[in-house]
């Protein structure tokens, strides 16, 4: 992979000449998305073969919002994610044979199977939890924030969640607590339609269920394309200036797409006819691709990718498969902080 | 020495841990500039700054939320949720978020942290604002829930809730913020899991918590009087973890048990103390054991009601001395 590709001639040139971004982050975008579409059609797959369990909720359709905000953090920033968070947790650089592991409750999992789908957690990328009751973590994103502002550490906390989290409190108290409080906090609301059943807009009272809130909050109202990296990237990032700079929180509507049901469960019979076709239209993967061609990048280079990462997510597969079930020695463990379970004498 | 109310102690508590560690901050309504709507957060302000004594909005989830996360990240957050009854409003994170953080992640997470908060009736505040919630707290596996019946114990309480590790429910009296003790000069620091024997006793064993701990040890003083029973008084401080060695070593002496608890019955405290008892200490009663309680109704407003309601010491008195000498 070492050998640079003939590049594309043309017009790629003059684009080239304003590009904000460079080509070594937009194919670390275009890698990040291509991991996570991998090894999101691989957990799908597994759960296919019984080999994960209880429930899960994919994020194919969605890869460039996780891509993008992940390419726009630093090391030492913090990620705060929902229950359908492998996108995000895997965009961190968490390995893939340790997401598949947790799914599938293997000793070698993230968290030796103690989270399961829901709760992905890896406190050393900076992916402080996912979090399974709809709202719960924006509250704690702000303390997270709090204590980088308070330390004045420097670093910024995202919290990431779906269209179904602007109707419950918690939603409205963080963002109020976050506003006047100045925490360096980004929130980021995947609108992909729908809050699990339902098109949000039958339960919504404004058009955009997280932007049109902002102004409660004294917050920019700010609608972007969640299917292009790089529009989430460059919104990112100024946002993550904004917060560094001891300005306060952003809040961000990136509208997307799932391409799946809401879970495992759900096979999404409730969406109109056409509808997925049309976003299928406007694939994260397909607008990158294309994007790559735009600037040069040759068609060689991202099957190289793809090739690479395919690679990654069969061997990580089979490690997960030829890994042990979780210990049962671990039952007891880590209830409390001294490593074990006692609640009396 | 000197001598301190409950609500005073709170106070010095709070200030004994922000003085010995600046990763100690504190947040709930009302706290800073008024210093508390029960007053017991008074100079906290003035002495640490607004950077580590902030006042926030009627926004509980928010105030729990801010503390877990802040907890997470490296901070030792006391977090106070004015009264008791409103953790019922944040309740997602004292029973989904932080007891469960550490053990999902498989111990990547952890939570030190404090929850403070008013519980306990008596002051006529109705059945919204007058509850004793510690049975709400201790059934979730990864918090530690205590609650102090004195002045000093405030403060050793105090101390050992900020210096654990652990989500610690820190349930003051409210009925007790007025009365008085005596509290040593300089750090005073108390261990968690710990019951304490105030009275001594050879009769039975009355294990109280809170403001019932007061009755208890009145009850016991005219049992003794009145009826020559000699009533053993354990404040049992810690619900978990629970100091089960003291009260069951007490109860293998006396050979007779009481809870007095203010919680409504069903799935008190008392009960499982009391489970315990009859799992591991059945060979050393002399009767059955005896939950006095409120009875299972939300609590009244009115005098006359309340405190038909809550368990006092005549009905503390009565109940012991009917039941060992029957």
New interface residues.
């Given amino acids: 992979m070492a050998r640079k590709p003939a590049r594309a001639p043309g017009a790629a040139v003059a684009l080239k000449a304003n590009d904000d971004i460079g080509e070594a982050k937009r194919l670390e975008m275009y890698r990040l998305q291509v991991t996570i579409r991998q090894a999101e059609q691989r957990a799908n797959d597994l759960f296919f073969e019984n080999l994960i369990k209880g429930t899960s909720h994919l994020s194919i359709g969605q890869e460039a919002i996780a891509a993008g905000v992940a390419a726009a953090m630093k090391p030492g920033d913090?990620s705060?994610c929902t229950y359908r968070g492998h996108a995000h947790t895997l965009a961190r650089g968490v390995p893939v044979e340790k997401v598949l592991g947790e799914l599938m409750g293997r000793d070698n999992g993230?968290?030796?199977g103690?989270?399961g789908s829901m709760?992905l957690?890896?406190?050393e990328h900076g992916v402080?939890?996912s979090?399974a009751?709809i709202?719960?973590?924006?509250?704690?994103?702000?303390?997270?924030?709090?204590?980088?502002q308070?330390?004045q550490a420097g670093d910024v906390?995202v919290c990431f969640f779906g269209d179904g989290t602007t109707n419950i409190?918690?939603f409205h108290?963080?963002l109020?607590?976050a506003a006047?409080?100045k925490l360096p906090v980004v929130f980021v609301c995947e609108n992909n339609l729908y809050m699990e059943y339902t098109p949000i807009s039958e339960v919504t009272s404004v058009e955009h269920p997280a932007a049109d809130r902002a102004s409660a909050n004294g917050l920019e109202r700010i609608v972007i394309d969640g299917n292009d990296a790089d529009v989430v990237f460059r919104t990112m990032s100024k946002a993550f200036e904004k917060a560094r700079a001891g300005d306060g929180p952003s809040l961000i509507e990136a509208l997307t797409y799932r391409h799946s049901g809401h879970s495992r469960a759900d096979p999404a019979k409730y969406r109109p006819e056409g509808e997925l076709e049309r976003w299928k239209e406007k694939d994260p993967l397909l607008i990158y691709r294309e994007r790559l061609r735009q600037f040069g990048v040759a068609e060689a280079q991202m099957q190289a990718i793809d090739a690479e990462v395919a690679k990654i997510v069969d061997d990580a597969t089979a490690a997960c498969k030829a890994a042990p079930t979780t210990s049962a020695d671990?039952l007891f463990?880590?209830?409390?902080?001294d490593?074990g379970?006692?609640?009396?004498? | 020495m000197a001598e301190l109310t409950y609500r005073e102690a709170v106070a010095r508590g709070i200030a004994q841990e922000m003085a010995r560690d600046e990763d100690v901050v504190f947040l709930g309504e009302d706290i800073a500039k008024a210093g508390g709507v029960f007053k017991a957060t008074l100079g906290l302000l003035d002495q640490f700054g607004p950077l580590r004594v902030r006042d926030t909005p009627i926004s509980e989830q928010a105030i729990l939320g801010a503390a877990m996360g802040a907890a997470m990240t490296g901070l030792k957050p006391i977090a106070e949720i004015m009264f008791a009854d409103f953790l019922a409003v944040c309740y997602d994170y004292v029973a989904n978020e932080m007891p469960k953080a550490r053990y999902m992640t498989n111990g990547q997470v952890g939570c030190p942290l404090v929850i403070r908060f008013g519980g306990g009736g008596g002051l006529r505040f109705g059945a919204q604002h007058s509850q004793c919630v510690e049975n709400w707290c201790m059934q979730f596996p990864g918090l530690k829930v205590v609650s102090p019946s004195s002045p000093v114990d405030v403060i050793g309480l105090m101390a050992a809730a900020v210096r654990d590790p652990d989500p610690v429910m820190f349930m003051e009296h409210k009925g007790l913020y007025a009365i008085k003790g005596e509290v040593p000069d300089g750090e005073i620091v108390d261990t968690l899991g710990t019951a304490k024997i105030l009275r001594p006793g050879t009769d039975c064993t009355l294990i109280a918590l809170g403001l019932m701990v007061h009755r208890a040890l009145a009850a016991a003083e005219r049992l003794a009087a009145e009826f020559g029973i000699s009533a053993e008084v354990i404040d049992v401080r810690s619900l978990v973890p629970l100091d089960t060695q003291t009260l069951l070593g007490s109860v293998a002496r006396t050979h007779r048990v009481f809870t007095v608890e203010e919680n409504p019955r069903v799935l008190g405290w008392g009960a499982e103390i009391v489970s315990i008892v009859a799992d591991e200490a059945f060979y050393d009663l002399d009767g059955p054991p005896v939950r006095i309680t409120a009875p299972h109704i939300p609590l009244p407003a009115a005098d006359l009601l309340e405190d038909m309601v809550i368990p006092s010491v005549d009905r503390v008195v009565e109940t012991v001395r009917k039941s060992l000498s029957s």
């Fill in positions: 913090l705060f993230l968290m030796r103690k989270g709760h957690t890896s406190v402080m939890g979090y009751i709202g719960a973590h924006l509250p704690i994103a702000c303390g997270a924030a709090w204590r980088s308070y330390k906390t409190g918690a108290e963080a109020n607590f006047i409080w671990i463990t880590d209830v409390y902080a490593g379970w006692a609640w009396r004498n």
